[in-house]
């Protein structure tokens, strides 16, 4: 048996509780992950609300948790590219409605796995995957980054957002980021050259300011339709606005249609979500080269989840909150 966070049913912080499940066994072209952190994500919240229904099936009792750290504990029949004991980090198969990483042990592939680079602790690695691999996806494939382009990051400060800053920069972009004020000098300090206060600048006006013929691409790690009623004003034609499919807003039929009138391309990352190993590897060559540093990780213990699953709800947090699983 192991120690795992549960769901029953859909709902709020409430719902997640502590039980005892058995410890599953990996399948042919698996490996068996003891967990040592992991990593929380607004995704998290949404999927125990029952928002991500339309992506996997949940069989419950449900185990939460994408983003995980841990070791190679057992390998599945015909798996390869891994040797039990590989310190990994990387996503769960909570996305194929399987049993996540608020676990003991879970089940993944190999190709979603990557070794923890030299310098990054298990800690911060938890805290890499989903956003990680969210602001590669959406800038480098479904947004089709290019070296000496423009690009803004809405929500700079965020978990996809402080990674997407240096990810562009990175790779040879100019790049601009929302926060809010507190913000500003942990997001200029990733690399963002121009800094905008949200919550007191008109964020075209200051768009235009810095470039005047608008951005070659937008990265919306915000959501909630925030920046793209704008979309034209600020991507200019030829551009790409890319939204981030799970934080709840998507473009209708007719924005996509009126933006194209203008030679815009409004994309939901999701488009390459396929090439989510292909992410994953790019992300983890960045990492491993110092290129890209994890955000600011604060660490809670599993007990705790349901707090901390509150305050991702609420917003705001700078960084990353993982859980510890175990030593």
């Known amino acids: 048996m192991m120690r795992a966070i549960v769901m029953e049913g859909f709902g709020g912080a409430e719902v997640l509780q502590p ?12 490996v068996l992950i003891e967990i040592a952190y992991a990593g929380i994500n607004p995704a998290d919240w949404k999927a125990r609300e029952g928002k991500l229904s339309r992506y996997f099936e949940y069989q419950f009792p449900f185990v939460l948790g994408f983003d995980l750290a841990g070791t190679v504990a057992t390998l599945g029949p015909g798996t390869e590219g891994l040797a039990v004991g590989d310190r990994v980090f990387g996503m769960s198969k909570q996305g194929q409605g399987e049993r996540g990483a608020y676990a003991e042990y879970c089940r993944a592939w190999p190709a979603m796995l990557a070794r923890i680079p030299d310098g990054i602790s298990p800690a911060e690695a938890a805290g890499l995957p989903v956003p990680g691999v969210t602001a590669y996806g959406g800038l480098v494939d479904a947004g089709e980054l290019k070296a000496g382009q423009a690009v803004l990051i809405n929500g ?4 996809v957002g ?18 809010s004020a ?7 300090g990733l690399g963002a050259e121009k800094v905008i206060d949200y919550t007191s600048e008109d964020v075209v006006a200051a768009v235009r300011d810095w470039t005047p ?12 339709d925030t920046l ?3 979309a034209t004003d600020l991507v200019k034609p030829g551009g790409s606005f890319v939204e981030i499919e799970t934080l709840i807003s998507q473009a209708s039929e007719a924005e996509v249609a009126a933006a194209a009138a203008k030679g815009v391309r409004i994309v939901s990352n999701m488009i390459a979500v396929m090439r989510q190993p292909e992410h994953l590897a790019g992300l983890a060559r960045l990492v491993a080269e110092g290129s890209v540093r994890p955000a600011p990780t604060e660490v809670v213990p599993l007990a705790e989840v349901a707090e901390a699953h509150r305050r991702i709800e609420g917003g705001h947090v700078r ?7 175990n030593d």
Do not use: F, H, W
């Not at 700079?156 to 978990?159: I, R, V, Y």
């Open 19 to 30: 039980a005892d499940l058995p410890k599953p066994q990996p399948g042919p072209g698996e």
């Open 319 to 325: 960084g990353k909150i993982v859980l510890q699983v």
């Open 156 to 159: 700079g400060a965020g978990g």
């Open 213 to 224: 013929d608008g951005v070659d691409l937008v990265l919306d790690a915000v959501g909630l």
């Open 228 to 230: 793209l009623p704008r």
């Open 162 to 179: 402080s990674l997407a800053v240096q990810i562009a920069k990175t790779l040879g972009a100019r790049v601009a980021a929302t926060c």
């Open 182 to 188: 507190r913000n500003a000098d942990y997001v200029r």
